[in-house]
């Protein structure tokens, strides 16, 4: 029979969402995990993002710690009880590693080549997907009662281009770049402010806080920024340990992935044992 323990994940992203993926899942046992990321990653929650090990060599969430490593390294990372971040944009560590699960965590609301070839299992997050044809399941990202749900049949809700309610506020706890520049701040991760308040600035334009609040999620300053590009993430509840855990939201989806992976491989234990 399968030692479950032992298979192999590939996960696509290492913003905060795929981190509350890995996080539900190394805590369930499973440490053969490998996350690949982009060379310059852009996750606003920075501190709960272990994305932010390609900018710093190594980043700690809630007591787990991934490294950026070469894919020559990756069981050497795991000797060390680390997740290794490998710097693969598109994906081809996962030809070479032969996975046993794909977790495609992009999050870039559109399928960008995931297959259901990719390994024995794969499983993508929110919408651009549809269970049976690109992956074999996905699971519902958008905040609800759905949040976190695994998808058998069909796909995840469309994107609706509007955050979810925290605190009674939705698209109003977000700072996004006014123009086409460069990103500059004194604030960090953590700080309070208040609505009105200007928070940094694109090539002079400000931006300013929509509500008051803890900034739960940030940029970091000099980052280059497309007119419209999400900056920042104002959380109304003014609680700044909510800084430096997963969401909510980030937890729920894990939890979608790890039924999926337990549901996929206990029925095929089930098989083997009758």
């Not at 939705?170 to 123009?179: G, K, N, S």
């Not at 308040?197 to 940030?218: F, I, M, N, T, Y």
Request: aromatic share 4%; glycine share 12%; charged share 25%.
């Amino acid at each position: 029979m399968t030692d479950m323990t032992q298979l192999t994940f590939i996960i696509r992203s290492a913003g905060d969402l795929a981190t509350g993926v890995a996080l539900r899942l190394y805590r369930s046992g499973f440490r053969r995990i490998i996350m690949l990321e982009v060379e310059h990653p852009l996750a606003v929650r920075r501190r709960v993002a272990f994305s932010e090990a390609v900018w710093l060599g190594e980043n700690t969430v809630e007591g787990v710690t991934a490294r950026k490593v070469d894919a020559s390294r990756i069981k050497e990372s795991w000797s060390r009880g680390e997740l290794p971040i490998v710097v693969d944009p598109h994906g081809k560590t996962i030809r070479s590693v032969k996975p046993d699960v794909v977790v495609d965590a992009i999050m870039a609301k559109r399928n960008l080549g995931t297959t259901m070839n990719d390994a024995p299992l794969v499983i993508a997050l929110g919408p651009g997907f549809n269970a049976g044809e690109d992956a074999h399941y996905v699971i519902e990202t958008c905040r609800g009662h759905h949040l976190g749900r695994v998808i058998r049949n069909g796909a995840a809700l469309p994107n609706t281009k509007v955050p979810g309610t925290i605190g009674g506020y939705a698209i109003e706890r977000l700072l996004r770049a006014p123009v086409k520049g460069v990103f500059k701040t004194g604030h960090d991760i953590g700080d309070r402010v208040s609505k009105g308040d200007a928070v940094g600035a694109v090539d002079g334009e400000p931006v300013k806080a929509a509500v008051s609040g803890v900034l739960r999620g940030l940029l970091r300053t000099g980052t280059p920024a497309p007119k419209g590009l999400k900056l920042g993430d104002i959380d109304p509840r003014d609680q700044v340990e909510f800084c430096d855990t997963a969401s909510d939201k980030a937890i729920a989806i894990g939890g979608g992935v790890l039924e999926a992976v337990l549901e996929r491989y206990n029925r095929a234990q089930a098989r083997q044992a009758y």
